[in-house]
C-alpha cells in the first residue's frame, strides 16, 4: 500500500541547485531509514543518500558536502537539497527505504538533468 511520489526535479545548469521532494502514504517515514537512490545513464540504480529516523545521515563519497538530506515524518516527506550539480548528477532519482526489501515498488521517480 506504501506509494511514494518523487518531485523537484528538472534542467539546471553545472553549478546549480535543485530541492526534490518525496511524499508517501503509509508508515515507511516513521519506521524505516529512507533513502534516494539514483539511477544514472547506463549505470545501475545506486544509494547516494539516506536518513535514519534518527536524523544520522550517510552519502556516498560523490556527493558529500553538496547534497543533504532530511525528513518530516509528521508530514510523511523526504528531501534532498542539492547544491554544486555536476554533469554525472544527472539521473532518475527515486526515494525508497534503505535497506530494500526484497520485491520493493518504486515510484516514477525525478529526472535530474545537469547541462550547460
Known amino acids: 500500500q506504501v506509494q511514494l511520489v518523487e518531485s523537484g526535479g528538472g534542467l539546471v545548469q553545472p553549478g546549480g541547485s535543485l530541492r526534490l521532494s518525496c511524499a508517501a502514504s503509509g508508515s515507511i517515514f516513521s519506521i524505516s531509514t529512507m533513502g534516494w537512490y539514483r539511477r544514472a545513464p547506463g549505470k545501475q540504480r545506486e544509494l547516494v543518500a539516506s536518513?535514519?529516523?534518527?536524523?544520522?545521515?550517510n552519502y556516498v563519497d560523490s556527493v558529500k558536502g553538496r547534497f543533504r538530506i532530511s525528513r518530516d515524518n509528521a508530514k510523511n516527506t523526504v528531501f534532498l537539497q542539492m547544491t554544486g550539480l555536476k554533469s554525472e548528477d544527472t539521473g532518475v532519482y527515486y526515494c525508497q527505504r534503505y535497506p530494500l526489501y526484497t520485491m520493493e515498488r518504486w515510484g516514477q521517480g525525478t529526472q535530474v538533468t545537469v547541462s550547460s
Open positions: 536518513i535514519t529516523t534518527g536524523g544520522n545521515t
